[in-house]
């Protein structure tokens, strides 16, 4: 089912941001309110630790069977699975009240944002395309910047109500709303709406293939997936294999990024503390000092990303390496915070910059497919993360580890030219295809 944005409609650039504003929402709702669903499910703390890992274990299938169902049902998905989350939480609030139902709920909850993360990544990959704009990293952006505010709001809340229902209902409030925003500004594509958005992809990959040298040898089979049929027919042999080459190398270096960022916003309190006898309030500083530097290098850097995404791999992996090797052998807290900021300036823009390069030249029809692969292989880097942090820092000390997460940001670092030999590849053989298949048989995935 082909889907496309609201022309006509002021507000549909805005529907990435509503989406990724609710995810953040919900996240940060959780983050906050883990302490009141321990307590109100009576576990100890290694119980609730293995609780916390079926997170993973939900949403990893989620991410691999929703980006085909986006393909197929399109992008109005997007807000249904977000308002879902919500609900999802209020659900696990409500009845999680001993082991086995908070294995099931959180189970289910790690279900609905793998799909909502699939979708929504979907979401502004298709309007970035559509429109030229930096949408992927800016709504990430909005993300991180959504998680902070809304941590805060848990925290007053709880401070008032002691209650994990009313925690998760007040976020549901939100999320919910955002989700139907996310509804009322996309919807199946009419055939009126055809010609008007095939002239808006043109200009869009005009502006790109003006500003981004690296990527015009993708302008050839971009022109033929705009007129393609969106989610329909055999995928095309020739170039199908690199394809999947290209995104799988994409999400594995993903997971690298991934599990760095992971490693800085999970431990950093941890190195304040452990490191420089911080107090638990000074300590708090730097995972806020992380998050608050990451929204704000997502929403200035969003530009060079899309127009430069190569160089933003680069310059952003050297940054985190350096931030790193600062933060392992800082002498004093103030330059510890300094690394750890630095770290985030560098971190915050690789996946973004990865989703956004690697889904650009990706017809309409398949982007679902093509966000579950590099996402599911990414987030296993995530879920990797902190136990690869705890092994080096159980070996060699908590600031020494962070040597560890720089050799992450390294790899990325030099994973970039293979990266974009992969991508020429996959490119010049979907070219060939064209040329040979002609319009009546433009290629797919």
């Avoid at 949403?59 to 249904?80: C, E, F, I, Q, S």
Wanted: one cysteine or more; a positive charge.
């Amino acid at each position: 089912m082909s889907t496309m944005i609201i022309r006509r409609a002021g507000t549909y650039r805005a529907a990435p941001f509503l989406g990724f504003a609710g995810f953040g929402a919900f996240w940060g709702v959780w983050g906050a309110t883990l302490p009141l669903l321990r307590a109100q499910a009576g576990v100890s703390d290694a119980e609730f630790g293995v609780v916390l890992l079926f997170i993973g274990a939900g949403a990893l299938p989620a991410m691999l069977l929703t980006g085909r169902l986006v393909d197929a049902l399109g992008l109005r998905v997007t807000g249904v699975l977000l308002a879902l989350l919500g609900v999802m939480g209020v659900v696990l609030s409500a009845a999680a009240v001993n082991y086995p139902a908070l294995c099931a709920g959180i189970l289910l909850t790690g279900a609905g944002s793998g799909a909502a993360d699939v979708a929504l990544n979907t979401l502004a990959a298709t309007v970035e395309k559509r429109t030229g704009r930096p949408v992927v990293t800016r709504s990430h952006a909005a993300f991180s910047a959504t998680v902070a505010l809304s941590s805060l709001g848990a925290g007053a809340l709880t401070a008032i109500a002691d209650s994990l229902l009313v925690n998760f209902a007040a976020g549901a409030v939100v999320v919910v709303a955002l989700g139907l925003a996310v509804v009322t500004t996309t919807r199946p594509a009419r055939a009126q709406d055809a010609a008007a958005c095939e002239r808006q992809d043109a200009a869009a990959r005009e502006r790109q293939n003006a500003t981004a040298p690296e990527r015009q040898n993708a302008a050839a089979p971009e022109r033929q997936d705009a007129a393609a049929p969106e989610g329909r027919g055999e995928p095309a042999r020739p170039g199908r294999r690199s394809w999947w080459v290209a995104l799988v190398m994409i999400g594995a270096i993903g997971a690298f990024a991934f599990a760095a960022e992971n490693a800085y916003q999970s431990w950093s309190a941890v190195l304040l503390t452990d490191a420089f006898t911080a107090s638990p309030a000074l300590a708090a500083v730097a995972p806020a000092a992380f998050a608050t530097t990451a929204a704000l290098t997502r929403f200035a850097t969003g530009t060079v990303t899309l127009r430069r995404p190569i160089a933003t791999l680069v310059a952003a992996s050297a940054i985190a390496t350096g931030g790193g090797v600062l933060t392992a052998f800082a002498p004093t807290l103030p330059l510890a915070l300094g690394g750890i900021v630095a770290a985030a300036v560098g971190t915050s823009a690789l996946f973004p910059t990865l989703l956004s390069y690697g889904l650009r030249p990706v017809p309409d029809g398949s982007r679902g497919r093509a966000t579950s692969a590099i996402s599911t292989v990414a987030y296993l880097g995530y879920l990797a993360g902190p136990a690869y942090f705890g092994l080096l820092a159980d070996a060699g000390g908590v600031q020494r580890t962070f040597l560890g997460i720089a050799a992450l940001t390294a790899v990325v670092l030099a994973a970039i030219p293979a990266l974009k030999r992969a991508d020429s590849r996959a490119l010049v053989q979907v070219s060939r295809k064209v040329a040979s298949a002609g319009p009546k048989a433009p290629p797919s995935w």
